[in-house]
């Protein structure tokens, strides 16, 4: 059949390769001897008129136009994937993998329980978490990610999460090294920061008016914010923390009390699909209740 309802299956079949990286990869995941998917494959470049697929070493690339081909059919095929993971998914139990790319301070302080709780209510989900500061894009429909940064994901859904208040905080050791009380921001520039990100223009604010943007200079980046913290105590320099990661046993002390950093917006993102599989829907609709519910007691 030449109609494109005859290439549908190959096309998928060409999608997996592209995305595996390999033949014998995506051979393994659909199940499909290696020789089935090449005689499909080159079945369906003839059909097409034009090469898709050709050899790099000893794996299958995609070409100019079957990288072209991939980029418009992918959301597509997801699109498919996701239709028939709807249809069945009032009669099947929830199944399915997740995959959640988050820092590790948010795992332990918001949502440990949570995921814990729901593999629990949802045995036949399983879920691949990514504990790091690194900002991994959902690459699929599966892909959830938490981040203060939406820089460059316009065409993902963000929803707010939880908001982060921030203070300026010092050790008592660090703040008499100075040799001069701090009484203005000005003061503020010249000082050892210590930060979690490369984030170095910080808006300032007193009360709700927004009073000056400070170009810090960190002398140490470290991309946890339990790290920052403990740097801060042993007295390496000043940095702005988030007010729930500060006890009273700790080391430290506000800087200029009057100010603030700007708050801060924690989103969980994920890729924008008219139907959701329903393991993630359940998944962010858990995440979401848990933060609340957690920000209520504090």
């Known amino acids: 059949m ?23 990869a995506a051979s393994r995941k659909l199940q499909l001897p290696v020789s089935t998917m090449s005689r499909r494959l080159s079945a369906l470049e003839s059909r097409l008129n034009t090469r898709l697929l050709e050899k790099q070493g000893r794996e299958l690339v995609a070409t100019q136009n ?7 059919l992918r959301s597509g095929m997801e699109s498919i994937e996701s239709s028939f993971d709807q249809l069945v998914s009032d009669t099947e139990e929830v199944s399915g993998s997740i995959k959640l790319a988050l820092p590790h301070n948010f795992y332990r302080g918001f949502i440990a329980e949570v995921v814990e709780q729901f593999l629990t209510d949802y045995p036949k989900v399983t879920l691949d978490l990514v504990l790091s500061q690194e900002q991994a894009v959902p690459q699929s429909d599966r892909d959830l990610l938490m981040t203060f940064d ?15 208040k921030h203070a300026f905080f010092a050790s008592p050791e660090y703040l008499q090294s100075i ?25 300032v604010y ?8 400070l170009k810090i200079h960190p002398r140490l ?37 009057q100010y603030h ?14 139907y959701q599989p329903k393991a993630l829907t359940l998944f962010v609709d858990a995440l979401l209740e848990g933060v609340k519910n957690r920000a209520k007691i504090g």
């Open 2 to 24: 030449n109609s494109i309802f005859g290439n549908i299956d190959d096309l998928y079949l060409f999608c997996c390769v592209v995305e595996e990286g390999s033949l014998l």
């Open 66 to 72: 079957g990288q072209q081909a991939f980029e418009l």
């Open 150 to 164: 939406v820089t460059g994901l316009d065409e993902m859904i963000a929803r707010p999460l939880f908001t982060a």
């Open 179 to 203: 040799g001069q009380p701090l009484t203005t921001l000005e003061q503020l520039p010249q000082l050892d920061w210590i930060s979690v990100d490369h984030i170095v223009d910080i808006p």
């Open 206 to 213: 007193q009360d709700d008016t927004l009073v000056e943007m």
């Open 221 to 257: 980046i470290v991309n946890d914010i339990i790290s920052v913290c403990a740097a801060v105590e042993k007295g390496l320099g000043i940095a702005s923390l988030p007010f729930r990661h500060v006890t009273e046993e700790m080391n430290l002390t506000r800087v200029l009390p």
């Open 261 to 274: 950093r700007s708050d801060r917006q924690a989103y969980l993102v994920y890729k924008q699909r008219r």
